[in-house]
């Protein structure tokens, strides 16, 4: 039962989706940005919940994603800036991700060298890490002309 929801890609969107709006009208996140990190299936998700918010969702990072399991014109409505991280040895989501790229607006392909599919290696995850953190950094910054949201 659970590997079948595991693909269920619109229940877990709708879960996304659910807690985003929740979480961005607590007093205290009200005015953040959103950034997503999703792996596997869960970036596939984490893409179609960037879809359905693109007011709310600045940035979406996916490890060893499978952004193929979302339908090209939802892609094609993703406004966040997107992360697609791989391993170089995880060759058919490579070239899973690879085809995607077209579809995303605002998107980049990371490969980590030497890297399997679950980023075993050591120092992979380290890698990750860095590039994830990076991303977010960059584009979970403060919107020019926009000060931080008010003390709670």
Same mark, same amino acid.
């Not at 969702?57 to 339908?71: E, M, Q, T």
């Given at each position: ?7 269920? =890609? !619109?229940?877990? /969107?709708?879960?996304?989706?659910? &807690? $985003? ?7 205290? /996140? ?8 999703? #792996?596997? $299936?869960?970036?596939?998700? +984490?893409?179609? &919940? &960037? +879809? ?12 060893? @994603?499978?952004?193929?399991?979302? *339908?090209?014109? /939802?892609?094609?409505?993703?406004? #966040? #800036? ?9 060759? /058919? ?5 690879? *085809?995607?790229?077209?579809?995303? *607006?605002?998107?980049?392909? +990371?490969?980590?060298? @030497? *890297? ?15 590039? &994830?953190?990076?991303?977010? !950094? ?7 002309? =926009?000060?931080? %949201? %008010?003390?709670?």
């Amino acid at each position: 039962m659970t590997t079948r929801l595991r693909f269920d =890609i !619109e229940l877990l /969107t709708g879960r996304v989706t659910a &807690a $985003t709006r929740w979480v961005s009208e607590l007093p205290r /996140t009200r005015g953040l940005r959103i950034g997503y990190f999703g #792996a596997s $299936t869960g970036a596939a998700a +984490a893409l179609a &919940a &960037a +879809a359905e918010l693109p007011e709310r969702v600045a940035a979406v990072v996916s490890r060893g @994603g499978r952004p193929d399991l979302v *339908a090209p014109a /939802t892609l094609g409505r993703v406004r #966040a #800036a997107a992360l697609l991280i791989v391993g170089s040895r995880d060759e /058919t989501v490579l070239g899973l991700n690879r *085809a995607v790229l077209a579809h995303l *607006a605002a998107a980049e392909l +990371a490969v980590v060298p @030497g *890297a399997t599919h679950l980023f075993e290696e050591p120092g992979a995850l380290g890698a990750v890490a860095r590039l &994830a953190a990076g991303w977010f !950094e960059r584009h979970l910054a403060e919107p020019a002309g =926009i000060g931080p %949201p %008010p003390a709670v």
